[in-house]
């Protein structure tokens, strides 16, 4: 079989015949079955990751699954998240993530952040203002002390400290930026209104 692009079922089920196949023979690397094996196992990937998707845990199952890596008890994970009723609260899927708190499980425990903010399970909280979220702004934009300019659509703001902003996109930061360093950080439509 030549290897070809993966388009059917018929297609992946042979192409993973004869990866079994060149797999049991153990070819050498930068032979002609060393690459053909290369080759096919680059196109099944891509096929099966097209086709099959893995699903990313929640924010849960990812913290169960490193407390049973790790053999963790809840008691563990109160530096983490807080009082042992937080901790139960959070593992029963009655309290969402705070954004301390993915940070810290993310830090301690090492949990990535893609996964410990999954499906919308992060509580983004104004500093000093109780379970108040903070707002979320069709557009933002930013002039940084030096005058450059920059816009960012439908964003995120999160005041972590004192001293940064972060801006997120979909739940990725799209910037970081030092609070001596803003000039103006202000929402679309508060322009208008200082416009007007």
């Given at each position: ?32 079955e060393?690459d ?40 563990d ?20 993530l ?99």
């Amino acid at each position: 079989m030549e290897p070809r692009l993966i388009k059917t079922e018929e297609d992946h089920e042979a192409s993973l015949a004869e990866v079994e196949r060149l797999v049991a023979l153990d070819p050498a690397p930068n032979t002609p079955e060393g690459d053909r094996l290369e080759l096919l196992a680059t196109l099944v990937e891509e096929y099966e990751k097209d086709h099959f998707p893995i699903e990313k845990p929640t924010p849960i199952e990812a913290i169960l699954f490193r407390m049973e890596q790790q053999g963790l008890e809840q008691k563990d994970l109160i530096p983490y998240i807080g009082s042992k009723s937080k901790v139960s609260e959070v593992l029963s899927g009655k309290r969402r993530l705070t954004l301390r708190m993915v940070r810290a499980l993310n830090q301690g425990l090492g949990i990535p952040l893609e996964v410990l903010t999954h499906e919308h399970d992060v509580v983004r909280r104004e500093p000093g203002k109780g379970d108040r979220p903070m707002s979320t702004a069709k557009k933002v934009k930013v002039e940084m002390h030096k005058g450059e300019e920059y816009e960012f659509s439908d964003v995120t703001r999160i005041e972590h400290d004192r001293y940064k902003y972060e801006l997120y996109r979909d739940r990725e930061i799209v910037a970081v930026l030092n609070k001596w360093d803003v000039k103006n950080f202000i929402t679309e439509e508060q322009k208008q209104e200082q416009d007007n």
